[in-house]
């Protein structure tokens, strides 16, 4: 599995992972770097290996590099690579990167932050991807702190 921060307006993955935020993507872009270079190994709990590839140095106009066919090689070659990739990226509704992104990859979750997400934002994300024509896999909840109660588990 290969997680690759391709948030370039506020990347946050290597603060959150604890690794050096440079280089990444911006580096393998522009041929400053190579992949392998940018990479790195974290070793996961159960043995297993996660694969992060950072956003890397900050860039002045993402959209026009997140449009470039080097972002086309770069997807492709993470896919060949890897079992899965899963792609972080700015807010749907703030930004037009998730669509361009969302039209090169098999799927998008839309993750919405518990609590503080307005449905009408919500709502209004969706209908972006769906007008990028970014086939949605569905949603994802996060940050949510009140219990899930037990009916719900034995429903499913």
Known sequence: VVLVDFNLRNPALADVLDIPGEPGVTEVLDGR??????????KLKNGNELHVLPAGAPVDKPLGLLKSRQV??????????????????????AHPDPQVLGALVDGALLVIRAGETPRETVAEAKKRLDLGGVRCLGVVLNQRTDPIPGFVYRMT
Not at 72 to 93: G, P
């Open 33 to 42: 770097c190579t992949l392998d270079a940018a990479l790195h190994a974290l």
């Open 72 to 93: 086309q090689a770069l997807i492709s070659s993470l896919v060949e690579r890897y079992d899965h990739t899963i792609i972080d990226v700015t807010a749907a509704n």
